[in-house]
């Protein structure tokens, strides 16, 4: 069983900057796709960021150029930069990580206001 620890959320002001942690129980690099996903009130789950076990990235287009998605193999954690924070990036950040089973973190609140 793979256990994943979302840390880093918060309050923030528009404009701003957060460092999402997910700390895996297991080697990052195991995992074929890491990823970050977000879900804001009365809406449903979306993809914010993903992460390679070869290291290659891609990002919504919402976020592109703002989040920056990271993984450190040492310390099994993956990270999620988020710079320019805007009040629409309001919303429960959850970890995410896949191989033949997927598994979810907890989530972390990050609220950005105007």
């Known amino acids: 069983q793979v256990q994943l620890v979302e840390s880093g959320g918060g309050l923030v002001q528009a404009g701003g900057s957060l460092r999402l942690s997910c700390a895996a129980s297991?080697?990052?690099?195991?995992?074929?796709?890491m990823a970050w996903y977000r879900q804001a009130p009365g809406k449903q789950r979306e993809l914010v960021a993903t992460?390679?076990?070869?290291?290659?990235?891609n990002y919504a287009e919402s976020v592109k150029g703002r989040f920056t998605i990271s993984g450190d193999n040492a310390k099994n954690t993956v990270y999620l930069q988020m710079n320019s924070l805007k009040p629409e990036d309001t919303a429960v950040y959850y970890c995410?990580?896949?191989?033949?089973?997927?598994?979810w973190g907890q989530g972390t609140q990050v609220t950005v206001s105007s």
């Open positions: 995410y990580a896949g191989k033949v089973v997927v598994y």
């Open positions: 297991v080697s990052i690099f195991s995992m074929y796709v």
């Open positions: 992460i390679t076990s070869g290291g290659s990235t």
